[in-house]
């Protein structure tokens, strides 16, 4: 097993890496942008470098000079996280030409799977289910515009090199083609430098469904079960769980098998997600392969009783993966809230700030990621998610009950979240019976949230903060027995 692991990324998913690493008696290497200086992950970790400059760019995408800290510190794998480099092929090669181990499927495998035409041919010729499309390297718009007749409107149209929704546009009629056309081209360009598109059969109210799955380098495959993603905004995903509540165990066993298929269909070796859409007449259909850890894994982490990162360790290092298919087993059911910073009043405009109360929930069956605390700067150059909220309870319905309850304990001061809005959602009565569509959030009215309407845990968080000490007859015993720490500053006056 490899000693020591730089881990290429930031926030809480660094901090849930270094855990595992800690673990496992790896020496986990951060590194840090200059706006990251004091951030959780730095400390989580058991040595931190930094990197000069302030944007992703300048940072946490340098990938030579991330290389270059990982060769000079004895560093033997790195773990790319999420988001960042962790699906760039040309630093997955990079890392193999220095010697290093990149914690991640092959880049072969990454370029491949990139490309959502090449991906698409590949699965399809293994038979799995793609949804009904045409792609060209012929732009004549005369045939697009006969193709796109024959697929029938509404068409989506999909940059091939694309990610997190760009690149897409819905068309409802031929009069929008064109001009739908030229401007998700131009968006491809500008976001992946690659404008090639391609057309998809655009399905009305699906829902978003998709497997984990895990390959090794012994020639295993396994499953890990799916999770439902269907609560997006703007095509990203915000609450997702396991078992969907939309499969029956038959539709279950078919799901998991095509995406077995298609991971054997490239000869996956590493976490990986296929994802498909789901129509209303319980069709599937594939998406993609994303081929790193998802933002959501700790769902399957909580159903399976697996660490992902652990087993990741152990595929990257030549052992089998820890398990058989036969002895993995989706128990009880467990549910994730992306906490954001984020105003749900002013469109979900990202909010900036200092941190200045942070009470994360506790109890059986509740797990918070986190890259935040007290004090904890939430700057404009960062993804706004702070944390996760992942609960796991014998049902769906307890489950849901059990993440409400801890949102409900969940503080967080200084910038606005999405804690109110995310309760709102899991107590609408259509998310408790289970009837979702990625279209669920944008076609529900949501109240706004009322800036006086201050959760009864906030007010307690607020007391705490300002309470003074009964227990401490005068302010130099207090400060005499506590002199560091979040609460220091505040002297004399902390909480019960
Ligand atoms: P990206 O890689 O940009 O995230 P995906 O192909 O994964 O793009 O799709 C993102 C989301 O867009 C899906 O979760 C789903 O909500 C929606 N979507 C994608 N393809 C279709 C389709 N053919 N019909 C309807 N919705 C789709």
Request: proline content about 5%; hydrophobic content about 40%.
């Amino acid at each position: 097993m490899f000693k020591k692991v730089l881990i290429a990324n930031r926030g809480e998913i660094a901090v849930r890496i270094a855990r595992t690493l800690q673990e496992m008696r790896i020496t986990a290497v951060g590194v840090y942008s200059e706006a990251d200086r004091t951030a959780c992950h730095v400390s989580a970790c058991d040595e931190a470098y930094p990197l000069s400059g302030v944007t992703a760019q300048e940072t946490y995408l340098r990938s030579d000079r991330l290389i270059e800290i990982a060769r000079s510190h004895g560093v033997e794998a790195i773990h790319p996280g999420y988001g960042f480099l962790s699906e760039r092929a040309d630093f997955a090669e990079a890392c193999q030409n220095a010697g290093l181990t990149f914690i991640g499927p092959s880049p072969e495998v990454i370029r491949a799977m990139g490309d959502k035409i090449i991906a698409k041919e590949t699965v399809a010729a293994a038979g799995v289910p793609v949804v009904p499309g045409w792609s060209s390297t012929d732009y004549c718009f005369s045939e697009i515009q006969y193709q796109a007749d024959k697929l029938g409107y509404p068409v989506l149209i999909k940059a091939a090199a694309g990610g997190g929704g760009k690149g897409m546009r819905v068309v409802q009629d031929a009069n929008h083609l064109a001009e739908a056309l030229e401007s998700a081209q131009r968006e491809a360009g500008a976001a992946f430098g690659d404008g090639r598109v391609f057309l998809e059969k655009y399905l009305q109210r699906p829902r978003h469904v998709e497997v984990q799955i895990f390959g090794d380098h012994h020639g295993q495959v396994i499953h890990l079960f799916e999770r439902e993603c269907s609560i997006q905004r703007r095509h990203q995903k915000i609450i997702e769980e396991s078992p969907s509540p939309a499969l029956t165990p038959e539709l279950r066993r078919r799901l998991c098998a095509a995406a077995v298929t298609a991971a054997q269909a490239i000869q996956y070796a590493s976490a990986g997600t296929v994802e498909f859409i789901l129509d209303e007449a319980g069709q599937f259909y594939f998406l993609e392969v994303n081929t790193r850890l998802q933002v959501e894994h700790p769902v399957t982490e909580m159903i399976t009783g697996l660490d992902l990162v652990y087993a990741q360790m152990k595929v990257a290092a030549g052992e089998p993966f820890p398990l058989k298919q036969e002895e993995l087993l989706q128990r009880g059911h467990a549910l994730e809230c992306r906490i954001c910073s984020e105003d749900a009043n002013d469109n979900f405009r990202p909010q900036t700030g200092q941190i200045e109360v942070y009470v994360s929930p506790q109890g059986g069956g509740v797990r918070v990621d986190s890259g935040v605390n007290i004090g904890s700067e939430v700057s404009v150059h960062y993804d706004p998610m702070l944390a996760k909220l992942i609960v796991h309870a014998p049902t769906r319905l307890a489950a849901i009950d059990k993440a409400i309850q801890a949102l409900r304990q969940f503080v967080i001061l200084g910038v606005r979240t999405n804690i109110p809005f995310l309760a709102q959602v899991l107590d609408h009565p259509e998310f408790r019976a289970g009837q979702v569509h990625t279209h669920f959030l944008q076609e529900q009215h949501w109240p706004v949230d009322d800036p006086e309407n201050i959760p009864d845990a906030a007010l307690l968080a607020a007391a705490l903060a300002v309470k003074p000490v009964s227990r401490f007859s005068s302010s130099t015993a207090w400060s005499e027995q506590h002199d560091t720490g979040p609460w220091a500053a505040a002297g004399p006056w902390r909480g019960l």
